[in-house]
């Protein structure tokens, strides 16, 4: 039995070339540098300017250690912050609400369709996002077909808008990360092995027990990939907020992008990105530890 | 009774699709019959079915150089990314190194990173160098973000790709540049295909990043973002149903030929 | 840098101390072999035992730790894969699924720039040999396995190596397909004269097909033959049991009558012929192959070697012969093939029967061997 396992690790490295030649970090070389100039240099400098303070005319700032920069911004935008994290988790929620039980129609009941229909989720992803959320806008709006209908039937009052509130920023935020969410539910379900939910039938399981026993842990690694690339772009998004919301709703991304090109804050605005990308690690390595993610890339 | 109730709960998964793929293509059927109204500079009420904005796409102001000037980051951007990404594949698919969980963290972590962040980081490193932000600082940034879509991208085919397929063709004579040229090329090179399309979809679409790296040149998404307020013209409308039709034609295309050659006869 | 030795090196396959380690697993240790030129040749054993590694190793896919390999008198232990006069017919065939089948045999006589029509001919005429003239435009997909396994072995032959390797290659084929193929396979090489290095796990395969079988465990070979010097005269328990199957009963070699042994198992005295014992003490596992044993209920005249004692335990109906499991004295079951050719009793179950067979087909191996070695 013990041959067994080692002759399957060894099967791996038949696949891998040994580390004797330099040949694969002449090959990461390039990508890795620019990403070094252009990603992690530049992240670093924004730690560096987020400690600064203003001095003498707008725009310019001195290096002073100020620390205290990170609680002045974080109790000016601590209402932000907070809503941020709620959209983007709620907006996750409802994706996840969704797309499943649309991935696992394709993966398991679309027969030949299948193709077409991956297609067709995939192809909101072809049209301009911004388009798209302007549409929504529209749709939703004063003068569009929905709130004239749901005011001819009474269900909201003449005053009441569907756009311009935190309802239509979730919904926006929801419809433009579904492809994000569904894609990688689709790719984990159609890996399962459609035998094993049937050998669960044949041993007394009904549908519903079936799928929490076995469809839903086998599709774990998806639900981990798919709730990711929903939740950490959700959270650092602003235009969902500034199309489809009032100023009651704004996140922290309108604020960041207010204190850099209005308010010419340069340090505040640092402080702000750097805490968010701090908060979204911190966040996204707590979830990765508990659903034990492996490898993700 | 029975038998409708029967019916319904064993379609009711297709019912469920059938309806979300409707609510998906809601605003893209919109854009599209918008794109045919005659609604003026806004376009926010119907006010009757037209051509015209087909026929002259440019007929707004500033749309067709905002479309031009994405287009052309585009193209820049996925050429330089895709092949800085696919490099970088194939040195995570195919060979064991020291530092190689580093490297697979570094390029997570763009991906992890909001893009208000990503875009932050470089105005300030850019105001911070005395660079004047515009064309170049904008595909600069794009190339960054797009490089680790490329790699996960590319790396999933590099990986699924038969390694005894390359010992069958070095077994038949092949040297190892024989081997990638005839071989391993030509198998991923769909993986490379699909990656290329993935970061110019990226590239094009991104608002957020390129506001930040941009300056005063225009991109076709702030060109919409910017006239939100006063009402986007139909224009748009016509250039984002081509470009919805196009990739919706090439992904045709790809899935035709990918069965072709799967065929059995 | 070695020279390419693709279309010079001729000659047998002489195999040197070969060994090759991963970490601490000793995958194939110490293997001394050589491979008659123009001989079918099979490495044979359980899965692990390094039969495929060695495989490997001689087509150049893997890197021998230690020991040489030569093909006549050119050594081509440090030679790439491409540089060497071997081709392997894969497990899984490996065909190029991007290329056609006409463009997979070409690959190799491509890359040693042959020309074009010269290209045409040998193609044309090794598909003629796999019967498969029709198939040339077609992609490896839309192929069955059959087809595609024997598009493999003319991918390789179409180069006419000094060598061509077979890893395994009928183990994806159903039962008919793969005795079809293991007879034409045996054909091609009688055909071409090529040698043929065949790796399987399968004992019948390997002693239809081959002239010469190197039975392998543990990275090392167990025994080196024919089919019937193997069969006859296994030298050890993994061989008598790993080659069809053997009943090994533990005793003592009590004296000898001329040519014969004679041998106490637990009270039967039996005669074994001395060339046919590889016993080094007192200490003796007789081995009685199933299909020798002459089967009857007690009471009958017996005839030879006899043991007596035994009692039908179970019984198994196989169409062309009937299988006995027989429970003896000493705690053990024998197992006995009987041809169901002529009238013979009906034995039952529980039934108290007489085992006998002629002494010239007992064989004997040294008593310290593990009498349960290769067993399946």
Redesign the interface.
Known sequence: MA??H??KT?NK???????R?L???L??A???I???I??????L??GA?STKTPAGEIGFFEQTYRFQNYIDAFLASREQFYRSFLYATLATILALA?AY??A???AF??GRYK?I?L?????????????????????LGE?GPVVSVLRAISIIGDTTTITATPFAVVTGLT?NF?PFMTLPLYASLERIDPRTMEAAGDLYANGLTTFRKVTLPLSMPGVVAGT??TF??A?????NA??LGDPKSKM??NV??AY?FRIVD?PT??AL??M??VA??IL?TLYIRRTGAE??? | MRSVKRWFSKNLIRIYAFLAFTYIFIPIIYTIIFSFNDGGKSNLAWKGFTLKNWANPCGAPEICTALGNSLKIGLTSTIFATILGTLIAFALGRYQFKGRSSTNLLIFLPMATPEIVLGASLLTMFIGLGIDTGFVTTIIAHIMFCISFVVVTVKARVASLDPRLEQAAMDLYANEWQTFRRVTLPLVAPGIAAAALLAFSLSFDDYIITNFTIGTEITFPKFVFTSAIRGVPAQANVIGASMFFIALAIVIVGQVLASKRKSKV | MAQDASTSARGDLILRNLTKTFGDFVAVDDLTLTIAKGSFFALLGPSGCGKTTTLRMIAGLEEPTSGSIHVGTTEITDMKPYQRPVNTVFQNYALFPHLSIYENIAFGLRRRGISNDLIKEQVDKVLNLVELPQLAQRKPAQLSGGQQQRIAVARAIVNRPALLLLDEPLGALDLKLRRQMQIELKWIQTEIGITFVHVTHDQEEAMTMADTIAVMNNGKIEQLGSPDDLYDSPKTAFVANFLGQSNLIPGTISGNDGDNLIVDLYGNKIAMPKRRSSATGASILAGIRPEKFRIAPVGKGATGNVLNGGVVSDISYIGVSTQYQVEMPWGKELMVFEQNDDDSDFLKKGEPVVLSWEPMFTFGLDGSQDASAGAH
């Open positions: 041959f067994l080692v002759q060894t490295f038949k696949s891998l070339k040994n580390n030649s040949i694969p970090y090959l990461l390039p990508g890795l620019w990403l070094s252009f990603f992690i240099f530049p992240i400098q924004l300017t969704i039980p649309l696992y129609a394709i009941k679309s193709n229909l297609v067709m989720v995939i192809a909101p992803f072809f049209t301009s996002f911004l388009l798209r959320t302007i549409a929504w806008k529209q749709i003068e419809y579904l990711l690339l950490i772009p959270s650092g998004d602003y235009i500034a199309i922290l991304g960041i992008d850099y340069y605005a640092a990105s750097f968010l990308m979204i690690l996204v490898e993700l890339v």
